[in-house]
């Protein structure tokens, strides 16, 4: 059984979607980025808050 090149996304049922290309697969990555910066954050409010009551 040959089959041609499909370049639709076969999971898509309406004809419409069928046009549109496949969503962007989403890799994972393992750094730390937005923990650092979620703590540069939280220690940059915490200064200023602490600085402003004392």
């Known amino acids: ?3 041609r090149l ?3 996304n076969e ?4 004809p419409m979607r069928q046009s549109l290309p496949p969503p962007p697969r989403v890799v ?3 750094d ?3 923990v ?3 703590l540069l954050s939280f220690a ?3 200064t200023c808050f602490y600085s402003f009551i004392f």
């Open 1 to 3: 059984m040959t089959r």
């Open 6 to 8: 499909v370049l639709t």
């Open 11 to 14: 999971a898509a049922r309406h």
């Open 28 to 30: 994972a990555r393992s």
């Open 32 to 34: 730390d980025k937005d």
């Open 36 to 38: 650092k910066l979620f």
């Open 44 to 46: 940059a409010f915490f």
